[in-house]
């Protein structure tokens, strides 16, 4: 395009002067043009890390959002939203991989436990979240699951009940993907062992049932 200056005729514009003059001119459009052209780079330059921080604080705030969900844990509801119904699901400790949202309620099965569940106290918060980082699509939370009753039996083990989730979002803020790594007691991690043994890694718990 800065060649279509070097042959423009001043007159073109209305203006009639000596061809020194011409010259000169010719050579202010071309910086003036030069300068428009790297101010609209710079300019770009400049947005692209705003762009990327507003998506990465979006997907922030839903994370911290729904670690909130899941803190709380009353709102199964709330919580099942910001999944996928095609999300997939895996569980590192257990060996487990599940490919769809409704296979995932059949293993945290909120809804399934009636008032076997209970916090120590009303108010207490069922996670404790250590720390939380994000990226424009993924968000990775470390913590621990606070001590609770199931089934009436205190569960307040002493080997941590620590925990890292992973959560991978798509364009619409939807979890696509779930990885939790959990610390489980030496009898869960037992029939983990026992299973993969007998049936292979791949193998579906005898206690989850997916059948529908």
Known sequence: MLNLFQHLPLYSLGIHSHPLFDFYMRQLLKTNFQLLVLSAIIFQACNEPQKLNTRTQLVEAKATDFFKTFADRKDWEKLCSFYREDMQFQDITLQLQLDSLWKFKRFY????????FKKLTTDQEHLTIYSLVANDSMAVA?????????????IDAAWGMEFTIWLYFDEHLKISKQIDWMEYDPVALQNVLDRVEKNGHEAIPDWLDLSR
């Not at 099965?109 to 076997?116: A, F, K, M």
Request: aromatic share 24%.
């Open 109 to 116: 099965n909120w809804d399934g436990e009636g008032g076997n």
């Open 142 to 154: 470390r913590g621990r699951v606070n001590p609770f009753y199931y089934y009436d039996q205190l």
